[in-house]
């Protein structure tokens, strides 16, 4: 199978297109444009040369420079000025100085320079920018601001040196449209049906196969949809499974982003019986028929609790099996060079948009951006911090967040009040124990009926939900150790025993959490149940008469 790699820009008229025409025409003399589409990001540039706005109407030039084949003329009209060979100008300092040069001209042409490789001169926050390059683009900056020329930046990512940040302006660049993607979807199957393979779109697939390719690049969409087609042999709805399958493969190479199966629902969770209503409400509140109806789109809640309490296994459950789950690692973006946190922060947040609609699970969010004199803090976290609060407040894509959090006390109010609500996991009660206990004992093909299920929830008052299953778990080595016999209340009890809880290794720490829970956040479990406080710290009294 062949096919072509370059496809049309499409969506030409979108945001994205209008603001980069209006910062060339505005004499913005550096523009940066971060994406990993770099030739539809190309294409969009030639569109914009080529139909300049404002009432010049004069098409532009464009010179492309890349480290491996120097300057070169692309598009437009040819420059009148002679031209260095194009391999005399690979050294990115010979290129910019070519430009400086070329604004001295007597009304030099309008011009976009293109430069796709100048961010690996630019340092990566490990080592100190090209000091020439800086001095050069600062140079060029001065110069352009009164000549009709652009020096346009292509790059995944780009972290601005302190130099710069006066003098660069950085444009986020979409990821594909639907229509793009169609666009896409349509030019492989009209190539190969002349190649006699089987091309089936009707009853809705093109839809979904286009809504399954949201989030990827144009060459990643083309790419896997082509996959699709050699490994099924045809192209219909069973490129989706193909689909999604390369989608995790490159969420997971971030390495701070995680596509999670959504098989998680309610009825794996023991206990929590008002934030599991409260999760189905919210989840239905992203219909077209809430849309319809005039209701806000949910953006998210804040869950704070005792380690092991359930917080990860709620989290994944609040996409009732239905909707897709992306984790981001907060604990994962920090420790890398200078600038790479935020980039990649941001990168995560378009991810997830593209996903959409989804639920975006921010796991630990306290270990990167605690700010109210927190350990933690730092000019990194408060960066990440900005970009979060700014996100939450501004984007439309129906991604739903939940956050986790062990210390909420040191995390900014601003974060807080960005939420719908914030709940918090205590340590289970009574009710909540029995069902915990219960539901890991026949996950494990053991009835819960041939146990004194009272005496174990009367053995791990102050158990959290980690800590039962590690009990049943140890019970089952007991059995199996044993001869593979049939496991016991006793090996329950046993095993208990031999579990230390957190509320005992940590008191004073634990007692902390739930009394921050208790007065700020709503309780998870509902206010008529017994609160597990009351099994902890209330003692029958039994008197000698």
């Known amino acids: 199978m062949t096919r072509k790699t370059k496809t049309k820009t499409a969506n ?4 994205a297109v209008k603001k ?13 444009i971060a994406s990993y589409d770099e030739a539809r990001v190309t294409d969009a540039i030639a569109y914009v040369a080529e139909n300049p706005g404002g009432e010049d109407k004069q098409p532009k030039s464009v010179f492309e420079w890349t480290f491996s084949q120097g300057l070169r003329h692309v598009a437009g009209p040819e420059l009148k000025h002679i031209l260095p060979a194009a391999s005399e100008t690979t050294d990115p300092g010979a290129a910019l100085r070519t430009l400086l040069e070329w604004s001295h001209h007597d009304n030099p042409a309008p011009t976009l320079f293109v430069f796709k490789d100048l961010h690996a001169f630019l340092g990566n926050g490990a080592e100190a920018p090209a000091r020439d390059v800086v001095r050069l683009l600062r140079d060029i900056a001065w110069v352009f601001q009164a000549q009709p020329m652009t020096l346009i930046i292509v790059s995944p990512q780009f972290n601005v040196p302190p130099d710069l940040e006066k003098d660069v302006v950085l444009l986020d660049w979409p990821l594909p449209t639907p229509e793009e993607l169609m666009a896409i979807l349509t030019q492989i199957a009209n190539e190969i049906k002349t190649q006699e393979v089987t091309v089936n779109l009707g009853n809705g697939a093109q839809e979904q196969i286009v809504s399954a390719l949201q989030g990827l690049t144009a060459n990643e969409a083309a790419n896997v949809l082509s996959m699709s087609v050699i490994t099924n042999g045809k192209l219909d709805e069973s490129a989706i499974l193909i689909i999604l399958a390369e989608k995790k493969q490159i969420i997971k190479r971030t390495g701070y982003l995680e596509f999670w199966e959504a098989d998680i629902t309610a009825k794996d969770i023991g206990g929590l019986k008002t934030l599991k209503e409260y999760t189905a409400l919210k989840r239905a509140l992203f219909s077209a028929e809430a849309e319809a109806y005039g209701t806000d789109r949910p953006k998210g809640y804040l869950m704070v609790g ?4 359930g917080k ?31 980039s990649d922060l941001h990168h995560a947040l378009r991810l997830a948009e593209a996903a959409s609609p989804c639920v975006l699970w921010i796991d630990e969010i306290e270990k990167a951006i605690a700010t109210d004199g927190g350990e933690l803090a730092s000019g990194a976290s408060k960066r990440m911090l900005g ?15 939940v956050a986790t959090a062990n210390r909420a006390e040191i995390l900014q109010s601003e974060l807080l009040s960005r939420f719908d609500d914030i709940w918090f996991v205590d340590l289970p009660a009574v009710a909540e124990r029995e069902e915990i206990i219960r539901i890991h004992l026949a996950k494990r093909g053991r009835n819960p009926e041939d146990f004194d299920i009272s005496a174990v929830v009367e053995a791990t008052e102050g158990y959290v939900g980690r800590e039962i299953e590690k009990i049943v778990k140890t019970a089952l080595n007991l059995g199996f150790v044993d001869g593979s016999r049939p496991i ?12 230390m809880p957190i509320s005992k290794v940590k008191p004073e720490e634990i007692e902390a959490m739930r009394k921050w829970g208790a007065k700020y956040a709503l309780n998870a479990s509902g206010d008529g149940d017994e609160s597990a406080e009351a099994t902890t710290t209330k003692r029958a009294r039994k008197l000698e008469l």
Do not use: C, F
Request: charge should be negative.
């Open 12 to 15: 030409k008229t979108s945001l």
């Open 20 to 32: 980069l025409d209006h910062h060339i025409r505005a004499q913005y003399p550096l523009i940066v």
């Open 306 to 309: 005792v380690p092991g309490s």
């Open 312 to 342: 990860s296994l709620t989290a994944k459950a609040t996409t009732g099996g239905i909707m897709p789950l992306l984790r981001l690692n907060m604990a994962a973006l920090m420790g890398g060079p200078v600038g790479q946190s935020e």
């Open 387 to 401: 970009e979060i609060l700014t996100w939450m407040e501004e984007h439309t894509a129906p991604v739903y967040v």
């Open 488 to 499: 016991t209340t006793d090996d329950l009890l046993y095993a208990a025993k031999r579990v």
